[in-house]
């Protein structure tokens, strides 16, 4: 049972980096055709996708949030990490990690969500 929780801190103050991690058991992040993905949810809105890490540790963005998003991985303690800069109060949301099978491209593991809140 692959199991995946976020970890991080709940505030955040303008203008800072975000960070977050997610670490994984059950299974490894380097496996083939699986890939690791950070979605959030804002208050009241829908879920917005925002990047992923493949098993090869190629990354990609969102267009949106390209130039102020880095995930990066550590296989030897199996997380991947989110980094977000110059966070505004429109940061604010639920942020969650999350597996991606890559065939059919269909999540099927989710981490808990963890909220984060940007503000002085």
């Known amino acids: 049972q692959v199991q995946l929780q976020e970890s991080g801190p709940g505030l955040v103050k303008p203008s800072q980096t975000l960070s977050l991690t997610c670490t994984v058991s059950g299974g490894s992040i380097t496996t083939g055709y699986y890939a690791w993905t950070w979605i959030r949810q804002p208050p009241g809105k829908g879920l917005e996708w925002m990047g992923v890490i493949a098993y090869d540790g190629r990354a990609y963005y969102s267009p949106s949030l390209k130039s102020r998003t880095s995930i990066s991985r550590d296989t030897s303690k199996n997380q991947f990490s989110l980094q977000l800069s110059s966070v505004t109060p429109e940061d604010t949301a639920v942020y969650y990690c999350?597996?991606?099978?890559?065939?059919?491209?269909?999540?099927?593991?989710w981490g808990q969500g963890t909220q984060v809140t940007v503000s002085s």
């Open positions: 999350a597996r991606l099978l890559l065939v059919p491209h269909e999540y099927d593991y």
